[in-house]
């Protein structure tokens, strides 16, 4: 999926937080965005997942005009992921259950995002009560497993060990070549966006800055 950005401007109060004249983000691609705290990262995801409908300006997805999101093909993987009270393998499942996939399918789909990210240890574990790691790992894997068009991670390494990073980097990566699927990815290692990403933007204060 495409997404375009046109005119967005949003205010937190009187402020103006996020100012953006026009970004475009490649179809098929890893794109990641760089910038300090605050400048507007986790704003401009909101924004794209159709979260935060509260801006000036358009959201183009593949060119269409936005008064539909495609809610359904697209997933955030949040800073803080919300997880349910309940087993690890239930929250991974939850997303094709809601789709009503076929319940062999279901079993076949969560197990390979399961081992995939190395989450076996973890599968019969009550979520709530994983670590601050374990939960974002658990969040990505929620989100790879119905395989969305657009992939938004906030951050989804920055509580992560470097060994599981890798594992994370590696199975991003290959989920979107595998599906040509968009990711759209924050983070503030810079060898990670070397490592990953196709594109890069900065964001500082608000504004992209090429
Ligand atoms: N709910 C909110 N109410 C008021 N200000 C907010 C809110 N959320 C974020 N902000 C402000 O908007 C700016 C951008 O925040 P954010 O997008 O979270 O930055 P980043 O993710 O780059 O660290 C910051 O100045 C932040 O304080
Ligand atoms: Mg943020």
Request: charged fraction near 35%; include cysteine; proline fraction near 3%.
């Amino acid at each position: 999926m495409k997404v375009s950005l046109n005119n967005i401007k949003k205010y937190y109060d009187e402020k103006l937080v996020l100012d953006i004249e026009l970004l475009e983000i490649e179809k098929g691609k890893i794109t990641g965005i760089i910038g300090p705290n605050g400048s507007g990262k986790s704003t401009l995801l909101h924004i794209i997942a159709g979260l935060d409908e509260e801006y000036l300006g358009e959201v183009f997805y593949d060119q269409e005009v936005t008064s539909k999101k495609p809610y359904d093909k697209m997933t955030l993987v949040s800073q803080k992921p919300y997880l349910f009270r309940r087993k690890v393998y239930d929250n991974i499942e939850y997303p094709l259950k809601v789709r009503n996939i076929n319940k062999a399918d279901m079993r076949k789909r969560v197990n390979k995002v399961i081992s995939r990210l190395e989450l076996e240890e973890l599968r019969e574990k009550k979520a709530h009560l994983l670590s601050g790691g374990e939960s974002q790992k658990v969040s990505l894997a929620r989100a790879l497993v119905f395989e969305p068009e657009l992939l938004l991670l906030d951050e989804p390494t920055s509580n992560i060990d470097p060994e599981s990073i890798k594992i994370l980097e590696r199975e991003i990566l290959r989920f979107n070549r595998e599906t040509e699927a968009t990711v759209i990815i924050v983070t503030h290692n810079l060898e990670q966006s070397d490592r990953i990403c196709d594109n890069v933007i900065y964001l500082e204060k608000g504004r992209v800055n090429y």
